[in-house]
């Protein structure tokens, strides 16, 4: 059944068809939500974006480990079917990261901003991507269905324990998460689990550091916003790309790339913006 179906939506293939779904899978990608949510985080609202990253950085922890437990090969795999941007196709197939990426992204950003419009162009583009990732060839439909669940999952877990810490000051269920990425590192080896673990984990370094002894504020003038997206955008990539090329590319160094990147947008370029005057800060 599900074979008959990846074949009947690549039937209805054209060039530009696959040019509008290659573009659609593309908001399921990293590159996106760096730069995306370093500008918000940076200058626009930093606590909207830190629940955000924490949504998208869990639920790619729950992803990664899902497609190590059950390692299920993707149709490309055992079909002689059509592909596209396979070189995006990480890890096994079940569930898709790119549709639960996007599904949890964008059902927490309708539940932060509480509007319907945004909660009708969500579920446009999760349909989409989801699509998308059939019609390239590299998922099965269960694969896109499942993730979808478990993004809206994730984010609505995400969004209960923040309103747990925001109405009655609990914050174990961070550490209690946070442990337990740290203990899983022991279980999950594949490089798709060991990004998520170690992006996870430099985000809430990078959080706790920001919260007790930075607290920038990302107020500015149009200028320095800019000068500060500018600045903060290189450093990021520069490092994120660097990284790649003067590290081995065993798990080990994959994990410190993934985790340094996450620390250094959270806390080291709003550390840098404080000491160059662009930001103003106090200190506990």
């Known amino acids: 059944m599900e074979i008959n179906m990846i074949e009947w939506i690549q039937s209805f293939n054209t060039p530009a068809l696959d040019r509008f779904f290659v573009g659609v899978t593309m908001l399921g990608e990293e590159y996106f939500y760096i730069v995306m949510l370093s500008f918000f985080y940076w200058c626009i609202n930093k606590e909207a974006v830190k629940y955000l990253v924490f949504v998208l950085t869990f639920s790619s922890v729950i992803n990664g480990g899902l497609k190590e437990l059950i390692n299920s090969p993707r149709p490309f795999e055992t079909l002689d079917i059509r592909t596209l941007r396979v070189e995006t196709a990480h890890g096994s197939s079940f569930p898709s990261g790119h549709t639960q990426t996007v599904a949890a992204f964008y059902t927490a950003l309708a539940i932060?901003?509480?509007?319907?419009?945004?909660?009708?162009v969500s579920v446009v583009l999760i349909i989409l991507v989801a699509l998308s990732r059939v019609y390239l060839g590299v998922h099965w439909p269960k694969d896109v269905i499942v993730a979808i669940f478990l993004g809206i999952l994730v984010a609505w877990l995400v969004h209960k324990i923040f309103q747990l810490e925001k109405k009655k000051g609990i914050t174990w269920p961070y550490l209690v998460i946070t442990?337990?990425?740290?203990?899983?590192?022991?279980?999950?080896k594949t490089e798709t689990y060991i990004k998520a673990a170690a992006a996870f984990l430099g985000f809430i370094m990078g959080i706790v550091l920001e919260e007790n002894h930075i607290t920038f504020d990302v107020r500015a003038s149009f200028g320095i916003q800019v000068l500060k997206f500018i600045t903060g955008i290189v450093i990021t990539l520069a490092l994120f790309e660097g990284l790649k090329l003067i590290l081995p590319q065993t798990l080990l160094f994959v994990g410190v790339r993934y985790f340094m990147t996450l620390f250094t947008v959270v806390a080291v370029i709003p550390w840098i913006f404080v000491k160059l005057r662009w930001s103003t800060y106090r200190i506990f």
């Open 112 to 120: 932060r901003l509480k509007s319907k419009f945004v909660g009708v």
């Open 179 to 188: 442990v337990f990425v740290l203990l899983s590192l022991f279980i999950f």
